[in-house]
């Protein structure tokens, strides 16, 4: 080049991934014999091949420019968001020191110029292009939060030919994560504990070997919620129904129910509390139990459980009501699905307790009035189900107890009968002869008593009827008398005993009384039960002949007097209806007793005693005294007693009062002889 002319030459000029670099060379000026030399030419800026996150600091010198003054500038074409590129230092001198905040957006780059001010140098600045370091354009903002058990991918986002390496804290690797890693991060969340657990780490992007920035991921793992199983529940149909869901803090509870019938519904939330219903039959169902954990707007559901809720459903069958009357057995057999059934009854009155258990059996008690108990029947062992009926009772159908009535032939009769109100009365007869029919109805019973030959009684029994109800019968007695002034008076009824034959006379009877054509006879008969029909002997007088022939020996008759109307034939009218017969002693004809000595001594010696046999005919005890008499003088008095027909009496001479005279006879003599009923004198 000829001297002193200025050259300005490029060179060196690179286009190597996107970076520019001017390169200015000194220029030498000559005039005439002298050298002029200008300032030393800039050379390249060094470090400007590729920006590496790794070349800290990021520091870019240009050689040979310690006088050129440079001034630095530095910018993001196009501007990339929050990366930003600033100096850390004054931006002069020979190099530079860059900081980068933020992160670069993909296609975005890095313009360095530096400017001489020197006027010695070439004022054209220095530039050129720098790509950004490798970056994430995506990755999780804030807390990563999912369940126990969940898979947590992180997958990295950047420019095309990134990669990423991964580290783990110790948290993270508290929640499952490894502890590094390349590529995108993926693993199976764990939570060991109740309570959410946070962990987090890094992760670096690299392009080739530089590397990029490094970035934080972290995340949230919950708890998977668990839940104390609940028991099987069994209730009755209409019991109030409670459970109470318990495990992990802070868990809530969904449910769900396959049977809606035992009154809960088929899905809800929480505890459960609600009042059965009533079943007529047992209603099992099965309740699905999840518990959940919400944190930060997400839930994680656990386990679920299980458990039955029973009904247990007792029923009575519904009685029909009935209606009874007094005094009429009720019977109601309950049925149903009950084990038992217990009952309370509102109305005592009818007869029934006021409560009870079982069947019920009892006779309806009659009153005045109507009575209706409403009876509430309930099965157990539910007692939820009950039913209600009604047991009424008619007003009872009572009759007052008549008095008996007595009167005479021919007279009125009437009875008026009383009772319950609305009431009518029935009665019966036994004996029409009194002048009654047999049967007949009304409060009112009356008639004309007739003169009958005897009296007569009947037992008269009325039965109570009120409308379809009848009431206890009540009975009483009509009696018709034979009321005739004819009266043949009293006798003495004292028992006789008549020993052998002879004339008996019996006192005359006192009180009597005799009408107008009647007279008084006596008569023997032998059959109390039919004084007339056994007449023995019949005479105006109380004497009777016992004689053999016309009475018969240890037989008993009978006296009596009787009085009514005389007939032609001087005999009594024994048809008579006002006959009257009085009756008298019952007496015993009998057979005199005899006493014979059976053995009697031939002598009795004045040293020696003899046995004297003494024999007895009649009915024992005997009694009867004896001498011994000698020349009309009495040797010996004694009297004896015998329970047989033979009695031994034991004879000697010292029994003797008075010495008897030698050789002379002595006679035995009873002065003194009975039996039970008769004596010797008879």
């Not at 590129?85 to 296609?107: A, Y």
């Not at 020197?118 to 490798?134: A, E, M």
């Not at 209600?388 to 007052?400: D, G, K, Q, Y």
């Amino acid at each position: 080049m000829p001297p002193g002319t200025a050259a300005n030459v490029i060179f060196n000029s690179v286009d190597t991934m996107n970076l520019r670099v001017l390169i200015c060379i000194f220029s030498f000026f000559m005039t005439g014999d002298m050298l002029i030399a200008q300032c030393p030419p800039l050379g390249s800026i060094v470090g400007a091949t590729q920006l590496c996150t790794n070349e800290v600091p990021f520091i870019y010198s240009v050689p040979n420019s310690t006088d050129a003054g440079l001034v630095w500038t530095v910018s993001v074409v196009p501007p990339a968001g929050n990366f930003q590129v600033t100096f850390i230092g004054p931006p002069t001198g020979q190099s530079v020191n860059l900081s980068l905040g933020g992160n670069p957006v993909s296609g975005s780059v890095i313009h360095l110029c530096a400017t001489p001010t020197n006027p010695c140098y070439d004022p054209t600045p220095i530039c050129f292009d720098i790509i950004p370091p490798p970056h994430l354009d995506v990755i999780p903002q804030g807390s990563y939060t999912v369940c126990e058990g969940d898979e947590v991918v992180f997958e990295w986002q950047g420019p095309q030919g990134q990669t990423y390496t991964w580290t783990s804290l110790a948290n993270g690797m508290a929640i499952g994560a490894p502890q590094q890693g390349s590529g995108d991060l993926i693993f199976t969340a764990q939570n060991p504990t109740d309570m959410p657990l946070f962990g987090g780490g890094q992760v670096t992007s690299w392009l080739g070997n530089c590397r990029g920035v490094t970035n934080n991921w972290s995340g949230f793992v919950l708890p998977k919620p668990t839940m104390l199983p609940p028991p099987d529940l069994t209730v009755c149909g209409g019991a109030p129904v409670s459970v109470t869901f318990s495990g992990t803090p802070f868990a809530t509870f969904t449910w769900t129910n396959d049977n809606p019938a035992i009154g809960l519904p088929a899905s809800g939330t929480g505890n459960i509390n609600y009042t059965s219903p009533k079943v007529p039959a047992p209603q099992t169902a099965t309740i699905t139990v999840t518990p959940q954990y919400t944190n930060q707007g997400v839930t994680c559901p656990g386990d679920p459980v299980t458990f039955q809720i029973t009904l247990n459903g007792s029923v009575v069958d519904a009685p029909p009501n009935i209606t009874v009357c007094p005094g009429e057995p009720v019977s109601i057999a309950f049925s149903g699905t009950g084990n038992s059934y217990t009952w309370t009854n509102s109305n005592t009155s009818i007869g029934l307790p006021a409560s009870g258990s079982g069947d019920l059996s009892f006779a309806a008690n009659g009153s005045p009035l109507q009575q209706t108990a409403t009876i509430t029947v309930t099965p157990q062992p539910c007692p939820f189900a009950s039913q209600t009926f009604s047991v009424t009772v008619l007003p009872e159908a009572r009759v007052n107890q008549p008095d008996n009535v007595t009167v005479c032939g021919g007279q009125p009769v009437a009875v008026f009968l009383s009772g319950s109100l609305a009431t009518t009365f029935n009665w019966t007869n036994s004996n029409p002869a009194i002048g009654l029919p047999a049967s007949g109805s009304g409060s009112l019973i009356a008639f004309a008593a007739p003169n009958l030959p005897a009296t007569q009684t009947a037992t008269v029994t009325v039965t109570p009827t009120r409308g379809a109800c009848t009431g206890e019968p009540v009975t009483f007695q009509i009696t018709v008398q034979k009321c005739c002034a004819t009266d043949a008076g009293t006798l003495d009824t004292a028992a006789i005993a008549v020993c052998g034959p002879k004339m008996v006379a019996l006192a005359l009877p006192g009180n009597h009384h005799l009408e107008p054509n009647d007279t008084i006879r006596f008569i023997l008969y032998s059959n109390p039960a039919n004084p007339l029909g056994s007449i023995v002997q019949y005479s105006d007088t109380l004497f009777f002949p016992f004689l053999p022939g016309i009475m018969h020996l240890d037989s008993t008759y009978y006296a009596a007097a009787i009085a009514g109307n005389q007939l032609a034939n001087d005999s009594i009218d024994t048809a008579d209806p006002c006959l009257s017969l009085a009756k008298g002693p019952k007496i015993r004809w009998l057979k005199k007793p005899t006493i014979a000595v059976g053995s009697p001594p031939d002598a009795v010696c004045s040293a020696g005693c003899v046995d004297v046999q003494f024999d007895f005919t009649g009915t024992p005890p005997f009694e009867f005294a004896w001498l011994v008499v000698q020349n009309g003088q009495i040797l010996l008095a004694r009297n004896e007693t015998s329970a047989a027909h033979q009695l031994v009496v034991t004879l000697c001479p010292a029994d003797f009062a008075v010495p008897p005279a030698l050789n002379e006879y002595v006679n035995f003599r009873v002065n003194f002889f009975q039996d039970k009923w008769c004596g010797c004198g008879d």
